[in-house]
């Protein structure tokens, strides 16, 4: 096994590990009924969210060192755009997820009473619909890595 394969290997692996939790961090919070679950479910998702940091930054290293192996790659239409596509999500991460969720995070920490408020809903829909788009770009990534097609 080459050193180019072991990249490879722990780059696949990084994308099952990391980007595998990521896909459920929304839907686990759309099950909690009250704000004892919701707080919970945000824990949760906290402690997965670690999985996907690891997971991500193991996949730019690890994506990038294959290409400084085989710079070839990087006349690949499929491997410079799942690049930027990725780079692209990494950063709506710090640029239009955190600011979305700040009030979320003061929200639960503030809120008394057991009934999620209507506040949560609204917030949590503008942060969800980021999330899913960067989803989106997540698979378009995975789809561009699998299939290779320019």
């Not at 906290?46 to 290293?61: T, Y």
């Amino acid at each position: 096994m080459s050193f180019y394969d072991v990249l490879v290997f722990i780059h696949v692996f990084s994308a099952i590990l990391g980007m595998g939790p990521g896909f459920i961090l929304t839907y686990i919070l759309t099950k909690a009924r009250n704000m004892s679950e919701l707080r919970h479910a945000y824990l949760i998702r906290s402690h997965l969210h670690g999985f996907v940091m690891v997971g991500g930054i193991l996949l730019l290293v690890t994506g990038l060192w294959m290409g400084a192996l085989n710079p070839a790659l990087y006349s690949q239409g499929w491997y410079v755009l799942s690049l930027a596509l990725f780079l692209i999500a990494l950063a709506m991460g710090p640029l239009v997820l955190a600011p979305r969720s700040r009030p979320i995070k003061r929200l639960l920490r503030e809120h008394q009473g057991e009934t999620i408020p209507d506040d949560y809903y609204r917030m949590a829909k503008k942060l969800f619909f980021w999330e899913h788009l960067e989803n989106i770009i997540f698979l378009l990534v995975i789809a561009l890595m699998i299939l290779k097609p320019f």
